[in-house]
Antibody, heavy 117, light 107 residues
Framework: VQLVESGGGLIQPGGSLRLSCAAS????????MSWVRQAPGKGLEWVSI???????YYADSVRGRFTISRNNSKNTLYLQMNSLRVEDTAVYYC????????????WGQGTMVTVSS | DIQMTQSPSSLSASVGDRVTITCRAS??????LNWYQQKPGKAPKLLIY???SLQNEFPSRFSGSGSGTDFTLTISSLQPEDFATYYC?????????FGPGSKVDIK
């Protein structure tokens, strides 16, 4: 089982970016999938979850700006990030919950997003 | 939101030491508490789930306990590969929240 994130980079404040998380060895649509971020030198912050049934939730800090989605045919999870702020700078990890209990048992390697002018 | 605190924030220990890290939730979360291990530059790994269930890849020197608001992660005999930062996370309710982390380094 492997999760591979991509799409990070340097972006100006107010810009948009879409992160991808390609899964192999497991099916994105049948698991609960989350995004978790970590600002440089800081702790972990849960960002968003997409349940297998399609329900989504967001942290207050990103609600209305970020959208989580998936493409079942590509077995890929996405995070569309709009109106980016300097404080969104972080490594973004996708994480799988295979137990269905909101634990994150498999993590990707992360992709760095830097929001700076 | 449920706030998670951890203590200590950092500790120095020697190989073979017994290490205990505590995690406290701002309200009762039953046993919806997980622990993660993170090494520098790497993604976190699930270590313990449901407060006391050990993830398969980790050895039995790791253990977790607690319920309600107070939880403990114990390493019975610290090994060189255990030097890392440990985070607790509540999975009781959204938003899922993590503790600030406890860094274990070499004395």
């Amino acid at each position: 089982v492997q999760l591979v994130e991509s799409g990070g980079g340097l972006i100006q404040p107010g810009g948009s970016l879409r992160l991808s998380c390609a899964a192999s060895g497991s099916t994105v649509s049948s698991n609960y999938m989350s995004w978790v971020r970590q600002a440089p030198g800081k702790g972990l912050e849960w960002v968003s979850i997409l349940y297998s049934g399609g329900t989504t939730y967001y942290a207050d800090s990103v609600r209305g700006r970020f959208t989580i989605s998936r493409n079942n045919s590509k077995n890929t999870l996405y995070l569309q990030m709009n109106s980016l702020r300097v404080e969104d700078t972080a490594v973004y990890y996708c994480a799988r919950d295979s137990k269905g209990d909101d634990t994150f048992d498999i993590w990707g390697q992360g992709t760095m997003v830097t929001v700076s002018s | 939101d449920i706030q998670m605190t951890q203590s200590p924030s950092s500790l120095s220990a020697s190989v073979g030491d017994r290490v205990t890290i505590t995690c406290r939730a701002s309200q009762s979360i039953s046993t919806y508490l997980n622990w993660y291990q993170q090494k520098p530059g790497k993604a976190p790994k699930l270590l313990i789930y449901a407060a006391s269930s050990l993830q398969n890849e980790f050895p039995s020197r790791f253990s977790g306990s607690g319920s309600g608001t107070d939880f403990t992660l114990t390493i019975s005999s610290l090994q060189p590969e255990d030097f890392a930062t440990y985070y607790c996370q509540q999975s009781d309710s959204i938003p899922f929240t993590f503790g600030p982390g406890s860094k274990v380094d070499i004395k």
